[in-house]
Nanobody, 116 residues
Framework: QVQLVESGGGLVQAGGSLRLSCVASGRTLTSYTMGWFRQAPGKEREFVAYIIRSLSTYYADSVKGRFTISRDNAKNTVYLQMGSLNPEDTAVYYC??????????WGQGTQVTVSS
């Protein structure tokens, strides 16, 4: 079992930056693909980015070039550095761990609000 706790959300002006963190407990994250998702009000949850064990990264087109996902296995933590934020990035951001090609473990989410 993996427990994930996100932090780092908040209110930021358009054009600003935030760094989200996701700390895991229960198991080491080394063997997991880790991802970030988000859900805006009235919308379905959508993929943002993920990072695999080899450290290869993948991004949604909407965030490519603005967001960076990284992991620190020694700290059992995954990060999402977000830049050039705009109001369309407003959402609850969730961290997730993938097991057997399924996103099995989820955090409780952290709110990101971008004001115009």
């Amino acid at each position: 079992q993996v427990q994930l706790v996100e932090s780092g959300g908040g209110l930021v002006q358009a054009g600003g930056s935030l760094r989200l963190s996701c700390v895991a407990s229960g198991r080491t994250l080394t063997s997991y693909t880790m991802g970030w998702f988000r859900q805006a009000p009235g919308k379905e949850r959508e993929f943002v980015a993920y990072i695999i064990r080899s450290l290869s990264t993948y991004y949604a087109d909407s965030v490519k070039g603005r967001f960076t996902i990284s992991r620190d296995n020694a700290k059992n933590t995954v990060y999402l550095q977000m830049g050039s934020l705009n109001p369309e990035d407003t959402a609850v951001y969730y961290c997730a761990a993938r097991e057997d090609f399924q996103w099995v473990y989820w955090g409780q989410g952290t709110q990101v609000t971008v004001s115009s």
